[in-house]
C-alpha cells in the first residue's frame, strides 16, 4: 500500500520569529546571529497507527520514526520584488541520521543509523538498504520571499534518487515518479509552508491558514491546509515565556490521473480519503511553541488522523481497502546536533 509517513512527516515543523510582549509578531527564520551565519538541528519524531480492512480482515501496521535534520546556511543575497526587498537564502539540509520500527501485523522490520547491529531487518533486506541509504542524504536549497523553497539543486536531487535506488532500474523509475519537484520541495523546507503566506505580522487572536499540494505521482495527489491561530501563552510551565500557536491540519486525497507503468498496482479513481475531525480533543489538532530569544521552534506538535477508501487494483483485480490512520510528529530544535557524537557541521562560510 502506498506510504505518505516520510513526505507528510518531512512537512510538519514551523519557525515563528517575534519578540514576547510585543503587540504584532513578524514571522522570520534565524540564519545569522551578529553578522555570522549559524547552523541549527531537528530532531522530528513520527508515530504512525494505520488499519487497512479487506474483506473483513485487518492489517494493522505500527511505524516509529526518529530523523535527525541539520541545516546549515550557505549565502544569502538581496533581491526585490516590486518596491519590496526581501532575502534569498541558499540553505544545506542533511540527514545525519534515522530511526525505523516498523510492525506489520507482527512482522518487525528495525533500523537505527546510530548502531551497527540492525537485527529485526534480516527478512527485508531491500528496505534496509533504502534505509541505509536516507543517511547523510543532502540538499541544497534556494529560498526565495517568505522563505518558499524556489528551488532543490538538480544534481543533489539526481544523487540522491541514484543513491535510494541502489543500482535498481525499477526502483529509480518508480523514485523518479514520487520524488517529484514539488514532494522534494515539501521535504527540503525549513519552515515547511507554515509561514503566513503574506510574511505580514501577526497578534494574539489572529486566525490564518496555508495550502499546499503534494504531488507523489504514481501514488496520487496530497491537499494540505493547515489553519493557525495566535494563541495566549500558557500561563505557567517550561514554555510561559514562548509563542503558542494552535495548528489543525487538514488532508485530502486524489488517485492519479495516469495510469503508471511498471508497477504492480495502481490506485484508481473513486479513492478517497479525508481528515478524520473526531475525538476530544479532534485527532487533527495540534501546537507549537517557539522560544522568541532564538527565534526558533523549541517544542511542536501535529497530529494527522485520516479515514477512507482505496481502490486498489492487482493483476487486474480490484479491491477495496477500508483505511483509518493517526500521526503524530514531535520536533524539536537546537543550535546543536541530537545525536551524542555526531559531526558538528562545517564553519558557514563568511556573509557576502
Do not use: H
Amino acid at each position: 500500500m502506498p506510504r505518505i509517513r516520510l513526505f507528510v512527516a518531512a512537512l510538519l515543523c514551523v519557525g515563528l520569529a517575534a519578540t514576547i510582549g510585543a503587540q504584532d509578531r513578524k514571522f522570520d527564520l534565524k540564519f545569522k546571529d551578529k553578522d555570522k551565519l549559524v547552523p541549527f538541528y531537528q530532531e522530528m519524531k513520527t508515530d504512525v497507527t494505520q488499519i487497512i480492512q479487506v474483506q473483513g480482515q485487518p492489517l494493522t501496521q505500527n511505524q516509529k520514526s526518529t530523523f535527525w535534520f541539520q541545516w546549515t546556511p550557505l549565502s544569502e543575497e538581496k533581491a526585490k520584488e516590486g518596491n519590496e526587498e526581501y532575502t534569498r537564502w541558499k540553505v544545506k539540509q542533511k540527514i545525519e541520521g534515522l530511526k525505523m520500527e516498523i510492525d506489520i501485523s507482527g512482522n518487525q522490520i528495525v533500523y537505527d543509523s546510530t548502531k551497527a547491529d540492525t537485527t529485526g531487518s534480516a527478512g527485508n533486506p531491500g528496505l534496509l538498504e533504502f534505509f541505509k541509504n536516507l543517511k547523510d542524504a543532502e540538499f541544497t536549497v534556494t529560498l526565495g520571499k517568505n522563505y518558499k523553497v524556489e528551488k532543490v539543486d538538480e544534481e543533489d536531487k539526481k544523487k540522491f534518487i541514484a543513491k535510494l535506488s541502489a543500482g535498481s532500474a525499477q526502483m529509480e523509475s518508480l523514485l523518479k515518479k514520487v520524488m517529484t519537484d514539488e514532494a522534494l520541495k515539501e521535504m527540503a523546507d525549513p519552515t515547511y509552508k507554515l509561514f503566513p503566506p503574506d510574511g505580514a505580522a501577526k497578534k494574539k487572536g489572529d486566525k490564518w491558514e496555508r495550502k499546499t499540494m503534494l504531488p507523489l505521482g504514481p501514488v496520487g495527489t496530497y491537499e494540505l491546509t493547515y489553519k493557525f491561530t495566535y494563541a495566549e501563552p500558557d500561563k505557567d510551565g517550561a514554555r510561559k515565556d514562548m509563542d503558542k500557536i494552535e495548528v489543525e491540519t487538514f488532508i485530502t486525497y486524489a488517485a492519479p490521473k495516469e495510469n503508471p507503468e511498471g508497477l504492480l498496482f495502481r490506485i484508481k479513481d473513486g479513492s478517497k480519503l479525508v481528515t478524520d475531525t473526531s475525538g476530544t480533543p479532534p485527532g487533527n489538532k495540534g501546537v507549537i511553541y517557539y522560544d522568541p530569544k532564538n527565534q526558533r521552534i523549541d517544542y511542536a506538535e501535529i497530529k494527522i488522523k485520516l479515514k477512507g477508501e482505496l481502490i486498489v487494483t492487482i493483476g487486474g483485480t480490484d479491491t477495496k481497502a477500508e483505511l483509518t490512520q493517526e500521526q503524530k510528529t514531535v520536533i524539536q530544535t537546537k543550535d546543536t546536533s541530537f545525536l551524542p557524537g555526531a559531526t558538528p557541521a562545517p564553519p558557514p562560510p563568511p556573509p557576502k
